[in-house]
T-cell receptor, first 116, second 110 residues
Framework: DGGITQSPKYLFRKEGQNVTLSCEQN?????MYWYRQDPGQGLRLIYY???????QKGDIAEGYSVSREKKESFPLTVTSAQKNPTAFYLC???????????????FGDGTRLSIL | GQNIDQPTEMTATEGAIVQINCTYQ??????LFWYQQHAGEAPTFLSY????GLEEKGRFSSFLSRSKGYSYLLLKELQMKDSASYLC???????????FGDGTTLTVKP
């Protein structure tokens, strides 16, 4: 079945350490997104990519980095510069191209990141 | 940018009808989405509106008024499994990205 796979489900980070969250999709979607969700809050956009080898900063990009070398994959690195990384991280993808506005986003099951 | 407001919490009784409102101020509008998110899980798509009016899909309906910057999600014949957070999201014009509200946590009681 087509879908989005995020791994790991739970991740622990030590102080000063970079960690990378994986996101893979086999939906053949061009656009992919990373969101952060804190308890009781909505989704805040970290980075997004509308096409391979291109990505844009979202509203809270500081302390994070991404790459989009393959259509299927959009990994997110949480760097040591992100001082408050504890959150639920959601990856999403969207089909139909940037001009097709009626396509919803499809979400992975998320990665819960905590500080040790 | 976008500014989206939703009530934080709502409570309703099993079998009843509930309306969850969403208001937005936008610098560009290219559609409004409603998602359902159960605790600890991924959001799932419920409905999409880009033109004014009501879209009906089974027990769920969604309404949009672009001139008022207003939408609502209507849930009929509430079931216990409808207890979840409901997220309103506005898609930016041309940017391919959406801004999400903080969500409304709905609790359905017997």
């Amino acid at each position: 079945d087509g879908g989005i796979t995020q791994s790991p489900k739970y991740l622990f980070r030590k102080e000063g350490q970079n960690v990378t969250l994986s996101c893979e999709q086999n939906l053949n979607h061009d656009a992919m997104y990373w969101y952060r969700q804190d308890p009781g809050q909505g989704l805040r956009l970290i980075y997004y990519s509308q096409i391979v080898n291109d990505f844009q900063k979202g509203d809270i990009a500081e302390g994070y980095s991404v790459s989009r070398e393959k259509k299927e994959s959009f990994p997110l690195t949480v760097t040591s510069a992100q001082k408050n990384p504890t959150a639920f991280y959601l990856c999403a993808s969207k089909g139909g191209g940037p001009l097709n506005s009626n396509q919803p986003q499809h979400f992975g099951d998320g990665t819960r990141l905590s500080i040790l | 940018g976008q500014n989206i407001d939703q009530p934080t919490e709502m409570t309703a009784t099993e079998g009843a009808i509930v309306q969850i409102n969403c208001t937005y101020q936008t610098s560009g509008f290219n559609g409004l989405f409603w998602y359902q998110q159960h605790a600890g899980e991924a959001p799932t798509f419920l409905s999409y509106n880009v033109l004014d009016g009501l879209e009906e899909k089974g027990r769920f309906s969604s309404f949009l008024s672009r001139s008022k910057g207003y939408s609502y999600l209507l849930l009929k014949e509430l079931q216990m499994k409808d207890s979840a957070s409901y997220l309103c999201a506005v898609r930016d014009r041309g940017a391919g990205k959406s801004t999400f509200g903080d969500g409304t946590t709905l609790t359905v009681k017997p």
